[in-house]
Nanobody, 124 residues
Framework: EVQLVESGGGLVQAGGSLRLSCAAS????????IGWFRQAPGKEREGVSC????????YYADSVKGRFTISSDNAKNTVYLQMNSLKPEDTAVYYC?????????????????WGQGTQVTVSS
């Protein structure tokens, strides 16, 4: 059974940091790209970041470049999203997703499996 389990969300003040984790199981981790998406109330889900396990290449949305860092621990089948300098507009439910052949990392249709999400709230 494929599982993606996010953790690490919470409430933080603007300017603070959080680290999200995505623990994966049930598929060959090294063959997949792992992406992070977020959805704020009343808004469409947005692709935030992605890492390809095969070569370590990464993608970041313009809105998070320079503030968020994605990394992967292949031995633990876990991907992390380090979020620094958080802003109130980063408030959203954050989801991780896995796809075997991601070409357009910001697009939801590239991913086959999704986690349940973790809430991130940034207060001003």
């Amino acid at each position: 059974e494929v599982q993606l389990v996010e953790s690490g969300g919470g409430l933080v003040q603007a300017g603070g940091s959080l680290r999200l984790s995505c623990a994966a199981s049930g598929f060959t981790f090294d063959d997949y790209a792992i992406g992070w998406f977020r959805q704020a109330p009343g808004k469409e889900r947005e692709g935030v970041s992605c890492i390809r396990s095969s070569d370590g290449s990464t993608y970041y949305a313009d809105s998070v470049k320079g503030r968020f860092t994605i990394s992967s621990d292949n031995a633990k089948n876990t991907v992390y999203l380090q979020m620094n300098s958080l802003k109130p507009e980063d408030t959203a439910v954050y989801y991780c997703a896995a796809g075997p052949a991601v070409v357009r990392p910001s697009q939801e249709y590239e991913y086959d499996y999704w986690g349940q999400g973790t809430q991130v709230t940034v207060s001003s």
